[in-house]
Structure formats: C-alpha cells, structure tokens
C-alpha cells in the first residue's frame, strides 16, 4: 500500500523539517480534491483531479492510492464509471498507516 523506501528518500532529500512540511502540505492539498471527489464532478474535473492526485501520491509514497488514481484516470477519460468510493478508501487507510510510519520515524 505505501512505498517506504520512497518515503525515506524523500525525507533524505528534503530534510526532517522540510518532510514534515511537505507532508502538511500534501495531506491539505489530498483533502481538497478528495472533498472535490466526494462532492462529484463532471468528467473532465474527476480526470483532472485523479490525474493531480496519482501524482501527489507517487510522490509520497502512496502507491495503492496512485494505480486507482491512474485507473479512475482513464475511465473517466472515457467516460467510463470511476469507482470514487475505492480511491477514497485507499487514501483513508494509506493516511492511517502513512502516519502511523511517520510518527515513528520521528
């Protein structure tokens, strides 16, 4: 679900302070196009903001998050059903876990 060894290299890369601060700011950009997903939106939003969301996740680690984002992608794409409800899932046990891993590291 998480890739650790991502998680790692970024903290390596930015720093103990500057992780913490790209983790505040990934969680409130995450929540703001989850509530937009919640809220529902045309095609062309959700393939917008799933598209926006695989890659805030990849670049944290989130790996289970990013390949339903990437799938939701193309079917919204196509006009295809996107199951909304999974993506919301997977962010809301990834955080779970995700900061369960943080606040141990620290």
Known sequence: MLDQNRIEALRAEVGAAGFDEVVDLFLEEVEEAMARLRAGSDAAA???????????????????????????????????????????????????????LVQRAR
């Open 46 to 100: 959700l393939e917008r903001d799933l598209h926006y969301l695989k890659g805030l996740a990849l670049n944290l680690g989130f790996r289970h998050l990013s390949a339903l984002c990437q799938q939701g992608e193309r079917a919204a794409a196509r006009h295809a059903p996107v199951d909304v409800a999974a993506v919301l899932a997977s962010y809301a046990a990834s955080r779970r876990k995700f900061l369960a």
